[in-house]
């Protein structure tokens, strides 16, 4: 569904991504891991088409994202960007603005609610509070809000940078679960930037680690996330098992090669 | 977004009595029942002040302050930022620094040809320096050395003037109605009524870039380029109305301020504020006449000082 190939980035002298390719397949849920700095973002923003490569292509349904525009992208991929400065619109006027891409200016200018805007209201369970602004809302109702807004694009493809930072473990859970529902009911492609080891294990359905900006593991959670993993990623030493519920559990001891945390 | 004061149709009551206001006083007095035969009458005292004088000098007004509101609106919304003013534009700075060295140095050109002429190589000098800008905060920074280096070029050449030329040099300098014609209205119509429908057209645009410019380019917009555009309207709306009456202090910051969020309210705030500084500028002091740019400014910082604590 949307393919990366030969993926090179550079930031003056230094090189974020160096030949990377990420294939994924309509459907799937892929969670992009790895150390803070080792290229995860700046992966996603490419495959968004909001960084264009300094080598490489990154293709959506067969079409490369350079021979499109920025609308029509738009209309392909629906990107939830980490953070987004305070707007001052209500949910609901920021859940329209999702469809700037299929209206256009003129159509924006009508004004009103499509049925894209309310589904993804309704989707989300954020109808409730549709007129509250958005900066009097909690933090997992703003996120909540945030994904309503990616949805409404109505694109196949979802991509999530660390959609559950700043959330507590209640909200971290709802809107993951809130993200494999909608992923089922639209069969969306998803790729998602995650910290958590053991949440990118049990929701997505592949895992892809990266460091130095090179592609380190790629493969379902259970072959991917390991004691090696830890250790050769994140520099951290720790076990890695299944629960008596079959999922997979990390637990961290301490900080690899040197003294700390031992 | 902020409340505002005043509902759409308090604003334009405003709009029609300050209009009436501003074709009725001054001396003589010419009151409702003379109105319609002053403007009706072949000529007069009162048919020429009312419909040479008073008639054009508010449309002027009306017209400039629904510019500036407008053009302070698409600045404010597309920089997210209450202090990016119609000044940092350098498009009133060009058009007075284009004056001051057709004044001082008496070129032999129109002043109208002059300011003209300024403002548009103001404004374009200003999106060249930014159409590369990263973000909302340098284009705000480059706007600002561009207009900062314009201001020199004016110092610079107004240091060199004559005191018979101060007349003229505020006009340009702080914003002034006084002596407007209708070819004054004339000639800054069709510019300002070209720009108009583009800047409703940036409307949703700019709500689009409230989301940042990461979430906006993922929801289909350029945020660099949309910005760009939206401020070549506003370049423009605001050089229709600088060669006639100079900047007019501060009514593109204070404008948008009052209306509290929309384009049209913006534009009526900035219509009323003119219409009404320009009633106090003419009547006042009478027989003397202010520039209407210096009271604008005064309010600008009395409304500021009120408001202040109502902004974010």
Known sequence: MIRASG???????????????????????????????????????????????????????GSPLAGLSRRDIARRIAVLPQSMPDSGLTVRELVRQGRYAARGPLGMLAGGDDPAVTAALADTGTAAYADARLDRLSGGERQRAR??????????????????????????????????????????????VLHDLAQAARYADRVIALRDGVV???????????????????????????????????????LAGNQLGV | ??????GPWALGLAVVVLGLAAVMVGQPFVGLNRLVPALLAADGLEHAL????????????????????????????????????PELLGVSSGAAAAVTV???????????????????????????????AAGPDS??????????????????????????????LSRYLLGSLTGTTWTDVLTALPIAALAAPFAVLAVPALRVLRLGDEAAASAGLRPGRARLGVLAVACALVASVVAHCGPVAWVGFLAPRLAGGGLGRAAACGAVLVLGADLLARTVLYPVELPVGGLTAVLAVVAGLLTARRWR
């Open chain 2, 102 to 132: 057709a004044v001082v140095f008496t070129l032999p050109v129109p002043l109208l040809a002059a300011a003209a002429l300024g403002a548009g190589v103001g404004g374009a000098l200003t999106l060249l320096a930014i159409r590369r």
């Open chain 2, 139 to 168: 284009v705000l920074l480059a706007g600002a050395a561009v207009s900062a280096a314009l201001q020199a070029v004016l110092l610079a050449a107004h240091s060199l003037s004559d005191t018979r030329d101060q007349g003229v």
């Open chain 1, 7 to 61: 993926l090179r980035v550079g930031f003056g002298p230094r090189t974020v991504l160096h030949d990377v390719d990420v294939d994924v397949p309509r459907g799937q849920w892929l969670a992009l891991v790895g150390r803070n700095g080792c290229g995860k973002t700046t992966l996603l923003r490419v495959m968004a088409g909001l960084l264009r490569p300094d080598r490489g292509t990154v293709t959506v349904d």
């Open chain 2, 1 to 6: 977004m902020p409340r505002s004061l005043a």
């Open chain 2, 50 to 85: 009312v419909v040479q004088s008073r008639a054009p000098r508010a449309a002027l007004a009306l017209l400039a302050g629904a510019a500036l509101g407008a053009a302070g609106h698409l600045l404010q919304e597309s920089l997210r930022n209450p202090l990016a003013v």
């Open chain 1, 216 to 254: 380190h593991a790629d493969g379902p959670p259970a072959a991917t996330v390991t004691p090696a993993l830890l250790r050769e990623v994140f520099t951290v030493e720790g076990r890695v098992w299944r629960d008596d519920r079959g999922r997979i559990t990390c637990a961290y001891d301490g």
């Open chain 1, 147 to 192: 994904l309503a807004l990616a949805l409404a694009q109505g694109a196949p493809v979802l991509l999530l940078d660390e959609p559950t930072t700043y959330l507590d473990i209640h909200h971290q859970l709802d809107i993951l679960d809130l993200v494999t529902r909608l992923r089922a009911e639209r069969g969306l492609t998803v790729v998602t």
